[in-house]
């Protein structure tokens, strides 16, 4: 565990004077906060905590004036701390104590400052404890006598030795000019008048550390501010990074005991690998450089999607997860950071020994965990009961992370999100999903169909975000069903090209349902992820109904991913950047586009019949190697059960069979659309109308259009109504 600010950067091993820098620390006495206070030149790595032990007589230490030392100022969160503060250094002064506090084998004493100095700084004396027993340190205990250091050498020691406590029990390191107002020169000089020799006045540049002020979490939330999915989607994201295969999306209500009420909460578990310490505590930093991982489907680059993500949808998160040997809890939250000036985020840590979890001390204290606990408990709707209740999801063995986000984002009266729970064993129809509120389609050149479910349907949404479908999704308890774009089209025509050097394919087809909702466009992904959807390119954008129902879809990732470690791709994944790539990209799309519909679309051969365009192929997915299988023609895939696996009919296979390749078919066209009633008895003069619009003459055969008006006419006799017949 270790609480920390957002930005600061971890203590290295520093030598002292290379630049004037301090480690944030909490005072405390009796397990009660005094004071955040930061250490000035601290010769090494600190303690996160302090946790006054005794107070004594400033007489009662000998040598103390021999010992090293370094100065502390205050680093004040609130008012009662800068009152706290004040307290302790006039008691130590008007009674001439010093405060001990110990870790392990040393102790340190903080001494007020001069009388005569109206100084809020203090100072720290440190040295290491004797060995009753031995003079090699063999079964080391306490001793009443403390002894000074008898070299400049066994002081060094002794700071090298507190430099080796546990890494991550230390607090961050940022520059002392960004505290307080005071300039590192000042307090550098404080420091040198109040240590005498022990500490030597910093005449190295300076370095500038950023710090975070709670309300840049609102700032990072904004990254998703036109899309709310967005957000969602990058903690899908992760799930799929952490090599899950199972990831559930729900909304539930739990008791608030802030809010006196039940509240939504917003949850999303996966089974994936889960986070070590260290990761977790990189997620909720600001950021990191490009994760170096061999995997062309790894999307995580930027290291603030978990962040933007969980700020769009809400004002707090809590994130449980669990690795093989660890588990980690980490908060981040506006409601705790409320008023204060630096961002606070406990994270609280623990390992595996035996077959139970215990406080990792190699990260942190156990008092440290301890207190953050309580806080989690205090600003969360999570008890003891709760939090035990979540971590049995992972079984004994069990990995993976668990994300909870509440005090979701308000659309006036309401939340943005909207959820239906669904009927358990109910139809397709019955089951729940997760929508947003307006339910308004997105802005597209070109486009003018008002329904597209995937702008406001998170179902639908998660039904073409990978290119490549593996991971099982479920919302609101319901399955998802993947529908990989290039596997679901008719009249599939695959163009290879190349654009500023690099390859790129692109799949066409035609879609019934695309066509059914007048939709049209490219979709285009990098990394297997969908960045942009209906993408109108070519003739498409200039007439609203030019190229219905044609799809095509790209991966983009060898085009957008510069040699040189750029990336063309906005930070939330929505987009791509204005870029010499980018704008041939899409005019190579135009081109193709336009291709296909003079190719395919205006010479298309018309059949009767009131079937509806399939695609050349349909697919079916086994639920165990979660393989695309491609049926038969005249399989009907309506029949297959809810779960599938390759050993059933009519694949009849084994899971080690490869997954067969796109190929290319034929395509019917229906006279059948969406909404067009056949029994209608004005349908045969439609018809017949239709034929003489599409000059069928010019494409199909003389018999086919014979073949057609025979139908048509056929039709239209069995279509007059029965008062006509009698009177014909």
């Not at 009388?115 to 404890?129: F, M, N, Q």
């Not at 895939?637 to 059933?648: A, V």
């Not at 008895?681 to 057609?708: H, Q, T, V």
Request: hydrophobic fraction near 35%; include cysteine.
């Amino acid at each position: 565990m270790t609480g920390f600010v957002m930005g600061d950067h971890f203590m290295e091993d520093t030598p002292i004077g290379e630049g004037c820098s301090q480690t944030l620390f909490k005072l405390t006495k009796d397990k009660r906060i005094i004071s955040c206070a930061a250490c000035v030149n601290p010769p090494s790595q600190m303690p996160a905590v302090w946790d006054i032990t005794s107070i004594v007589r400033k007489d009662k230490v000998r040598f103390l004036s021999s010992l090293p030392g370094f100065s502390i100022i205050p680093a004040c969160e609130d008012s009662h701390q800068e009152k706290e503060w004040g307290q302790f250094l006039d008691f130590l002064q008007k009674h001439n104590r010093v405060a001990i506090s110990n870790f392990g084998l040393f102790e340190f004493y903080i001494l007020p400052p001069l009388e005569r100095s109206r100084s809020d700084l203090a100072t720290v004396r440190y040295k290491g404890k004797t060995s009753k027993t031995s003079p090699a340190g063999a079964g080391v205990a306490d001793s009443d006598q403390i002894s000074p250091p008898t070299s400049q050498s066994q002081a060094g020691e002794v700071a090298m030795s507190i430099s080796n406590l546990s890494q991550d029990k230390y607090s961050p390191k940022i520059h002392c000019a960004e505290v307080n107002g005071d300039s590192s020169s000042d307090l550098s000089a404080k420091a040198s008048s109040q240590l005498g020799n022990s500490v030597e006045t910093v005449k190295s540049f300076q370095r500038n550390y950023v710090t975070a002020h709670p309300s840049y979490l609102k700032t990072l939330g904004q990254a998703h501010s036109s899309w709310i999915f967005g957000a969602v989607a990058e903690l899908v994201d992760n799930a799929r990074d952490a090599k899950a295969t199972k990831l559930e999306i729900a909304i539930n209500k739990f008791y608030s005991k802030i809010a006196c009420k039940e509240i939504p909460m917003l949850s999303l578990i996966d089974d994936g690998h889960g986070m070590s310490h260290a990761d977790i505590q990189r997620m909720v930093s600001f950021g990191h450089g490009k994760t170096e991982v061999d995997d062309p489907n790894h999307i995580g680059m930027y290291g603030i999607g978990f962040k933007t993500g969980t700020m769009r949808l809400g004002k707090d998160a809590l994130v449980l997860t669990q690795t093989t040997n660890s588990r980690s809890i980490a908060f981040l939250s506006q409601s705790l950071n409320e008023g204060k000036d630096n961002l606070e985020i406990p994270i609280v840590s623990y390992r595996r020994v035996g077959q139970s979890m215990e406080v990792d001390t190699d990260v942190q204290n156990k008092d440290a965990a301890k207190l953050y606990l309580k806080i989690i408990k205090r600003y969360s709707p999570f008890d003891k009961y709760l939090i035990g209740e979540k971590v049995g999801v992972f079984g004994a063995d069990g990995t993976g992370t668990q994300i909870y986000i509440w005090n979701l984002d308000e659309w006036g009266s309401d939340y943005s999100l909207k959820w239906e729970a669904g009927f358990t064993g109910g139809s397709s129809f019955h089951q729940g999903g997760i929508f947003i509120r307006s339910r308004r389609t997105r802005c597209r050149p070109g486009q003018m169909s008002l329904s597209v479910p995937l702008d406001y349907c998170l179902k639908s949404y998660l039904e073409v975000i990978f290119l490549d479908p593996r991971m099982k999704i479920y919302v609101q308890g319901a399955l998802v069903r993947s529908r990989p774009l290039a596997k679901s089209l008719s009249k599939t025509t695959v163009e290879n090209g190349t654009i500023l050097g690099k390859p790129v394919q692109l799949t066409l087809g035609c879609s019934q349902l695309e066509w059914e909702q007048a939709n049209s466009g490219i979709f285009l992904y990098w990394h297997g992820r969908l960045i942009e959807a209906y993408k109108r390119v070519g003739s498409m954008i200039h007439n609203g109904d030019c190229g219905r129902g044609i799809i095509g879809v790209a991966d983009v990732t060898k085009i957008m991913d510069d040699e040189n470690g750029c990336v063309w791709v906005h930070s939330n994944k929505q987009g791509f950047q204005d870029c010499e790539a980018y704008v041939e990209l899409e005019q190579w799309l135009g081109e193709k586009a336009n291709e296909y519909i003079d190719k395919y679309v205006d010479k298309i051969q018309l059949r009767k019949g009131n079937a509806s365009v399939k695609p050349d192929h349909e697919w079916v997915q086994c639920d165990k190697c979660r393989k695309w299988r491609m049926l038969s023609t005249d399989f009907e895939s309506k029949t297959l059960p809810s779960q599938w696996f390759c050993y059933m009919m009519p694949f009849n296979g084994l899971c080690d069979t490869p997954e067969e390749s796109i190929t290319g078919g034929t395509i019917t066209i229906s006279t059948k659309r969406h909404g067009y009633n056949t029994k209608d008895p004005r349908n045969g003069f439609r018809e017949r109308e239709a034929i003489k619009s599409e000059g069928i003459s010019n494409y199909a055969s003389d018999s086919e259009e014979d073949d057609l008006k025979v139908s048509v006419k056929r039709q239209m006799r069995s279509s007059l109504p029965r008062f006509c017949k009698k009177n014909g």
